[in-house]
């Protein structure tokens, strides 16, 4: 079903189910025989939302080979190392910030992300989750009942980000007069290109001079181009749905001409840099896919640090 401006989800269904396939993506990284990241928590997170195969792929129970499309520009397979690298440079990212003397982080439309509980905080840090109720109290929960503690003063805003996000989490106490490393991973691509304007703008609202912003940016294509990248989700995805996983993709996103995050941000007194997912490949070591029109916004999207000048 095409996302609506009112349309709700918990972690099993529309774009929940994203937060729970990547956190299912980082359980396998986690265990590959060099892995760029350890996230104890994700696997057993994704056992708790209870899709059956993502569980299954999680555990390593179905394999790529025989869920993937082999004529494909995009393959599952491909998924682990990207959000392995992804993950790495959001890690990385809030470690630069922290090395920077920076004390409070905000993580926008936060999902399954559990770096509040596995990364080594300094002293002093708070660390605000924004995401819907639902998703929030599930996350708590689950990992309450496994036992894990924050290792910084994590606070839950539970609220939409279609919604005044800004009142709750000041609510929440973030202080404005402090600078703030923020994230938005996996967010952008699933915003109205208006919508993602307004957060950014409240972003900046929020931040205080030295402020850090990371962001996943995907790039514009053309309507062919989107006509093409739909069709190629709907055939990766086709043997997925034997095993009960009916999720189509291709309606998840919005489309429409965005503005470039970089420029959009330096309009507003941030310096952007950024590093394609290409790159970030490369520099990992990892297998890079391939260039052609389906496969734009994976080889493409890049990953970018901005910081607010005084």
Known sequence: ??????????????????????????????????????DPFAEPLVRAVGVDFLTKWAAGDLADTDL???????????????????????????????????????ILASGLDARAYRLTWPAGMTIFEIDQPAVLAFKTAALADLGAEPTADRRGVAVDLRDDWPAALLEAGFDLTQPTAWIAEGLLGYLPPAAQDRLLDNITALSA????????????????????????????????RAHGFDLEFSELGYEGERHDVADYLDSLDW?????????????????TPARGADSVSMADTTYYTSIKQG
Do not use: C
């Not at 959000?83 to 910030?97: E, K, N």
């Open 68 to 106: 993937d499309d082999h004529e494909s520009g995009w393959k599952l397979g491909q998924m682990p190392d990207a959000m392995a690298v992804r993950t790495r440079f959001f890690d990385a990212f809030f470690a630069d910030a922290t090395l920077a003397g920076i004390r409070q982080a905000v």
């Open 209 to 240: 001079d030295g402020s850090r912003l990371a962001t996943e940016a995907i790039p514009n294509i053309s309507a062919a181009q989107h006509e093409q990248a739909r069709e190629m989700m709907r055939s990766a995805t086709e043997k997925w």
């Open 1 to 38: 079903m095409a996302r609506t401006d009112n349309d709700t989800w918990d972690l099993a269904t529309s774009v929940g189910a994203t937060a729970t396939m990547v956190a299912a993506a980082r359980a396998i990284a986690t265990k590959a025989d060099t892995p760029l990241i350890d």
């Open 271 to 287: 310096t952007s840099a950024g590093q394609s997912m290409t790159e970030l490949l490369t520099q990992h070591g990892r297998p």
